[in-house]
């Protein structure tokens, strides 16, 4: 077993890493440039979420209780339509240090998670492939698959969340290649 305290300078580093990639994958490449649409009409529905004084959180519409979801006016409401859901953030220009900041944060607790996996299962010493493999494997699941649910749950497009994957196996693969090369020697 390796000691934790041993791998802080990859998970600092990895956590650096993947956070400069994301910002190249989200401002530089034009990929990433269509995950958003505007709402058509956007100039009568603004008003009336305006007026509903919307507090931020996540609400869903047409919106029934679990045990009213097969009544018959429920179902004439899902018919009817449309069906989503909506996030509110709060209002104003968007805090981009505020939210870059609990990113990087997210990508530290990422990375140190992904050591303390790996320093249970992996010995000082251990050959450069195996960390790679393991340290890899544990960070995609965390970066790239954790984003599926977005798909099924809230009902994303299936080629953003299809981009979520893939930005999480390039952010597995570079936490991957940072661990596989600082891991501890004998």
């Known amino acids: 077993m390796v000691p934790l305290v041993s791998l802080w300078l990859p998970i600092v580093l990895s956590a650096v890493v993947v956070f400069i990639a994301s910002s190249i994958l989200h401002m530089v490449l034009p990929y990433h440039h269509s995950d958003y649409t505007k709402l058509p009409d956007e100039e009568k529905i603004l008003p ?34 449309p069906v989503g859901l909506i996030t509110v953030i709060p209002s104003g220009p968007p805090n981009m240090g ?27 010493g251990t050959h450069y492939l195996l960390v ?4 890899g494997t544990a960070a995609f699941i965390g970066y790239g698959l954790s984003c599926l649910s977005n798909g099924i749950w809230k009902g994303q ?13 390039i952010y597995g693969l570079l936490t991957a290649g940072v661990f596989g090369w600082l891991w501890p020697r004998v």
Request: hydrophobic share 45%.
């Open 98 to 124: 505020k939210y870059l900041g609990l990113w990087f944060t997210y990508c530290v607790i990422m990375s140190f998670f992904v050591a303390y996996l790996a320093a249970h299962a992996l010995p000082t």
């Open 157 to 169: 497009p299936l080629s953003n969340v299809g981009k979520e994957v893939v930005d999480g196996l």
């Open 48 to 81: 009336v979420l305006r007026s509903a004084n919307l507090a931020p959180g996540l609400y869903n519409f047409p919106f029934c209780t679990h045990k009213d979801m097969k009544s018959p006016e429920s179902i004439e409401r899902y018919k009817k339509g």
């Open 132 to 135: 790679f493999r393991i340290v």
